[in-house]
């Protein structure tokens, strides 16, 4: 797993760097919106293909069939792309850099913030949403399983929606209201047991919360594929992806530590709040952003560290 880990601190912020020199800077929101789609309908066929495999032939022939996906992603990824290298600083100077490059830019200072008290909130989830299932709500493994895949499809409608009616919203709207919905919609699931614990009400509620995931994905990595330059991209994608990952990894152990000291319902609650503090403080640190671009909206926001 920490191999695993390793390799996607490489792979994702490699991916999110090609994507404005592939599609072009007026087109970052709707790609990132499709390859958000892309993942839902991912974690969708996956967890089915992955069952129908396991019940048919067993667990070794799902790990062959898993090696031979990931060998195939390879292979698609083998010819050059029509990019420029920009000859970017390598090893920890590189990571030095985009410390450097954040604090510099004001809307990287605020989308830095907001990333921190995203990642927070996403590590408790992982920690938590388990002992909601298992707890208050009363189910068991095979809920777990059902209730975390059934967000993909969610996430395929919002992918669907940025990519195409909502690809010129704001990145940071995306970004702001997607994570103030995304914790509005968690106080409501957290508190749900008080009302019912019916499964299909939450089922119904875990599909609504995947759209203002994939929102706020691709509302992130659109403000940093535009706030930066390509000769940035890469260094500060991989600052960002390292801090979420140590961010994620702080909330679980917060989770963890403080479960049985103040009680499963105050940690839901404070988990909320995170995401709902989050968004405000997009929306409230890029007001003057927001306010500029929507006066002048034909006009792409410069890539400066000013």
């Given at each position: ?22 599609v ?16 839902s309908?991912?974690?969708?066929a996956?967890?089915?293909?992955g ?18 996906l990931?060998?195939?992603a390879?292979?698609l ?16 100077s ?15 200072r ?7 008290l ?8 992982l ?24 967000q ?28 103030i ?22 089922i ?5 919360v995947?759209?203002?995931g ?23 994608s ?33 988990q909320?709040a995170?995401?709902?503090?989050a ?25 400066t560290?000013?």
């Amino acid at each position: 797993m920490m191999a695993q880990s390793a390799l996607a601190s490489l792979f994702e912020p490699a991916r999110n760097a090609l994507v404005p020199s592939l599609v072009g800077d007026d087109r970052v929101t709707a790609a990132n919106g499709l390859m958000g789609m892309n993942s839902s309908v991912a974690r969708l066929a996956g967890s089915s293909l992955g069952g129908l495999v396991l019940g048919f032939a067993g667990l070794g022939w799902v790990v062959a069939g898993y090696l031979a996906l990931l060998v195939l992603a390879g292979v698609l990824l083998v010819p050059r792309f029509a990019v420029r290298s920009r000859g970017q600083v390598a090893g920890w100077s590189g990571w030095l850099d985009g410390l450097t490059d954040i604090r510099r830019s004001p809307v990287l200072r605020v989308t830095a913030a907001t990333t921190v008290l995203m990642s927070v909130a996403q590590g408790m989830f992982l920690v938590l949403f388990v002992v909601f299932v298992t707890g208050p709500l009363g189910g068991g493994e095979a809920e777990v399983g059902l209730l975390r895949g059934v967000q993909a499809i969610g996430g395929f409608a919002a992918g669907v929606a940025v990519a195409t009616i909502a690809r010129r919203v704001l990145p940071a709207h995306l970004l702001g209201w997607g994570t103030i919905v995304l914790g509005l919609l968690s106080v409501v699931i957290w508190n749900g047991p008080a009302v019912t614990t019916i499964l299909a009400v939450y089922i119904g509620l875990f599909i609504v919360v995947g759209a203002p995931g994939v929102a706020t994905g691709a509302g992130l990595f659109s403000l940093l594929q535009q706030e930066v330059g390509p000769d940035r991209l890469g260094r500060v994608s991989s600052t960002f992806f390292a801090g979420m990952a140590a961010c994620q990894a702080l909330g679980m152990l917060v989770a963890g530590a403080l479960a049985g000291r103040i009680g499963l319902p105050a940690l839901l609650d404070g988990q909320a709040a995170l995401y709902v503090a989050a968004g405000l403080v997009t929306m409230l640190g890029l007001r003057r952003r927001i306010a500029t671009v929507e006066v002048c909206p034909a006009s792409t926001p410069p890539a400066t560290s000013t």
